[in-house]
């Protein structure tokens, strides 16, 4: 079956500007997560949903970033007021519930110029 | 902050033999879970192993868990050349969050 998908897979902006990732997670799959990489390390953990609720939000870095899942499948990660910093490689995760198996997408990678 | 750390942060072996990386945690886990990542994309799921079982084999790969020692390992026997790659161990202490190290690199040469 169809894998974790993400777009776009490349995103270049300008500091300052508004920026959407979108993640397409596992058909079924309630839980879904956020992630963040930057070169040399390991993902950090952004935000978790169960179905349309962000169930932790506790590693979004700061309010220029938001996330939603309005209808338990497809989320998409918002940042506003882009900085040079956001730049990294954005990853999406599925798993079929709590203390499952995490299934990750090829990841969106942001540059911010 | 990242949970776990894994040891050696880069190894070099030759093809057909064994590759061990370790990971070390700093909290009770419910689960930890070993990943694969090639060119700084998408991660590839090895094996989950959970807070009560001590050992689990996939193919070639074989994971210990060490509750006591807070402490796991992974082992590829006989590698390839497509074994290179980067290797994540990841802790889930709340059914939530993944925490993940710093990762192994790993290069087989053929």
């Known amino acids: 079956g169809a894998g974790v998908s993400q777009t776009p897979s490349n995103k270049v902006t300008e500091k300052g500007k508004y920026v959407e990732l979108r993640c397409d997670p596992i058909?079924?799959?309630?839980?879904l997560y956020w992630y963040r990489q930057s070169l040399g390390q390991g993902p950090e953990f952004l935000i978790y949903f169960q179905g349309t609720g962000a169930a932790d939000d506790s590693g979004l870095p700061n309010d220029r970033f938001f996330a939603v899942r309005p209808e338990g499948s497809v989320s998409t990660l918002k940042i506003q007021r882009t900085e040079r910093g956001d730049s990294a490689v954005y990853l999406c995760?599925?798993?079929?519930?709590?203390?499952?198996?995490?299934?990750f997408g090829p990841g969106t990678r942001l540059t911010v110029l | 902050s990242q949970q776990g750390e894994e040891d050696p942060q880069a190894l070099s072996i030759q093809e057909g033999e064994n590759a061990t990386m370790n990971c070390s945690y700093k909290t009770s886990i419910n689960n930890l879970q070993w990943y694969r990542q090639n060119s700084g994309r998408g991660l590839v799921h090895l094996i989950l192993i959970r807070s009560n079982e001590r050992e689990k084999h996939s193919g070639r790969l074989r994971v210990t868990l060490d509750t006591s020692k807070k402490s796991s390992s992974l082992l590829i026997t006989a590698s390839r050349a497509a074994d290179t790659a980067s290797y994540f161990c990841a802790t889930d202490q709340a059914g939530t969050a993944l925490i993940f190290g710093k990762g192994t690199t790993l290069s087989v040469s053929s």
């Open positions: 995760a599925s798993s079929l519930g709590q203390g499952n198996e995490q299934f």
């Open positions: 058909s079924g799959h309630t839980a």
